[in-house]
């Protein structure tokens, strides 16, 4: 697909030829450069763009002033950062465009695969109603596998298709306005790989994927990474694409000094960043203007404040105007070079074909009903991209991508689904711990095993076990019955052991430890991305022991008709700031199913979130009803925003509920890798327990709280202050969610 040249890296193409024929090179080539000036003729000027993160932002404005000088570029080479700002450049997107791109983006959403949540398909909210971290294994026979980098680069790339549209259907770089070429590593050999040809997109987002951080790019047999470990200075590629002069701008990090070594990380990232400098000096020799913008500590992950940069490199080249002036254009002939190159290609404005690839676990005719685009449609990116982000919101793939070849009739549209290559089997894990300072405390170790693609319907298996104060064990197969996956069939069992109330009479209740055996059969439909509703029987069978004394055990047997609904359109479920999220359970005891007692019961909780910026408001209302008097459920409220003031669990009742308004302020944005970030809020609760139905609201309790919160990868933590209107305070140290 691609043109490419190869250069070892462990015999570098600089070192394999002795210094002396570098420098009679050189010395021929300012002959000619000498020739071509006396006889009038334009020397052919390369710019070779390092890598380097965001610092590489600094490339915008050394163009900015090569521009202003009126110098002239004919071959363009780039690494990395390097190579996004020289293709979007060679491509003809201007620099007031470049500019508008770089201050617009936003890097954190675009560096972060996950779809919006409230978009997100029902069932992969699911777990995110637990516990359970964002990280996920995948499981293939008796392997563990780990995702190739934490960033598959699905939104990037749909970025980078935007921007270089008017280069579609170029698969020769030669024939781009000016010529180019991104350079990646061969991760498997080490060795250089220069794209420059098939499509700019993949070629760039090939040449900047960091090992670790970005998933490798697979192009003809070979898996291409961050071409800064081969070339982060390609000058021998831009003289090898005719450069006559080279102007190289190097935005790489220095090394540590020695004394600046204090620590493992300084070290580790020394180790990393030797190869880099180390093959960037063995290009220096060729270079005919060096340009070093003075960028400082600046980090490279700080991509958010890159525009801050093209000054920095604009002043950095035009202190340099005087090597730089013997390769000036007059200004009128300059500006007309500059016209040409901007005359991008026109879009075609009809999709002739569509086709699909996908891997070998897809269904090619479910693909292509999850499309809306048809042949013979109006070309549209936007509906491009709709459709690509429904295919990928479903969760199957780890990216999909589209690439545009031209036609007399219009474009032929190529969708490649790429199923997730640490699949098809899954492991997520998690950890909910709490404590009050006072002696009291709990600690849960959950672990989720999904198994997907059981059967050609779709088929799922969910296992579950927990330890710890909770410990519990979980099954759940998952069978969509229609093509759209509206309609389901779901079988569950469970074994749990937990703390609970029975009622002892004159509204007492004793604490008993509960061991409870069940499960159910029920039929549901998906609300799209908005929830599910369920309905089947349930089958319990509960043992409860007292916790103190020698009461006797009592056993109860609850088999009836069960029914729930949930809506979740949270945008986040640990500190949501957008959106609702609504549950209900209902549930009718059968005696004809075996049940001991005749009673119903009605759960509800309903979420609701709004925000501004850093600040959101947040409400959460638990209701519980019995809805008969003899039932033999109890239910619990106290702890964080279900009464802070009062101890957890520490009010029984059959009827009532709770109620919370938090305000919640963000102070702190954290690294993605970390998490979102670190909020402050205060909370005021009311409600309370009854044992009849006889509700009265002069018995309301009231609390409120402060608190501390960090949104992090692992799940949210929580440190807080509880009080009531009793004047008794409460601790809590919270690690998962709350509500």
Partial sequence: MFDRWICPTNAACAQTRPRWLWKRLVFIGLWLVLSAVAFGQQPKIGLVLSGGGARGSAHLGVLKALEEMHIPIHVITGTSMGAIMGGLYASGVSIEEMESILSDTDWREILDDRPPRRLAPYRQKVDDQTFLTRFELGVNGSSIQMPSGL???????????RLLIHSAGIEDFRQLPIPFAAIATDIETGDMVVLDGGDLGTAIRASMSIPGVFSPVSLDGKLLVDGGLARNLPVDVARAMGADIVIAVDVGEPLYKKED?????????QMVSIPFRKNVETQLEQVNVLILPEIGDFKSSQFDKGSE???????ATHTLADQLRPYQMDAEAFQQRLQRIRQVQPLLQRIESIQLTHGSTSDADRLFGRISLRPGDPFSLDAIEADLRRLYESGQYERVDYFLKKRPEGYVLLIEAHDKEWGPNYLRFGLNFESDFAGESTFNVLTSFNMTQLNQRRGKLKLRAQIGETP???GEFYQPLSKGDTWFAAVTARLETSNAFVAQGDGLYAPYR??????SIRLGAQLGRFGEVRVGPNFARVESTPDLGDGETVTLVANGLHVTAVLDQFDNMNFPTAGYFVFMDYFDAQPDWGSDVDYRHLLGFVGLAAGKGKHSLLSLTNVFSALDTDSPEIYNV??????SGYPRDSIAGRYGGTTALLYLFRFMQLPQAIGSGVFAGASLEAGNLWTDNDIDTGDLLYSGSVFVGIDTVLGPVYFANGFNDHGNNELYLYVGRTF
Avoid: H, M
Wanted: proline share 2%.
């Fill in 151 to 161: 960033i598959t680069g699905q939104k990037l790339n749909l970025v980078l298709q």
């Fill in 261 to 269: 070594l204090d620590s493992l990380s300084d070290i580790a990232k």
């Fill in 309 to 315: 940069l093209v000054p920095i490199g604009e002043a």
């Fill in 472 to 474: 519990a064990v979980e």
């Fill in 514 to 519: 509960s061991d409870a055996a069940g499960g």
């Fill in 638 to 643: 106290g702890g964080l925003f279900t009464l």
